[in-house]
């Protein structure tokens, strides 16, 4: 059996460009990410992304897009 850590949303982006950010910033700091609706909105280009960290990475990757 392999451990599992939780993923939990940290932020939402509203439109492709601040994806691009948001990706940016959480991978220069060596932050893994999944996004949740990204199919979505690059289809319709409409809708919201959610971005998942795993837990213990939750506060950092917080902190570091509060500004966004």
Do not use: W
């Not at 700091?29 to 909105?41: D, H, L, M």
């Not at 992304?49 to 917080?62: H, M, N, T, Y």
Request: charged residues 20%.
């Amino acid at each position: 059996m392999s451990y599992r850590e939780p993923l939990v949303t940290v932020i939402t982006a509203t439109n492709p460009g601040l994806l691009a950010v948001i990706k940016s910033v959480l991978d220069d700091a060596e932050i893994p990410c999944i996004t949740r609706g990204e199919g979505f909105q690059t289809l319709y280009a409409a809708g919201h992304v959610d971005v998942l960290v795993f837990e213990s990475d939750a506060e950092q990757a917080r902190a570091l897009l509060k500004d966004l």
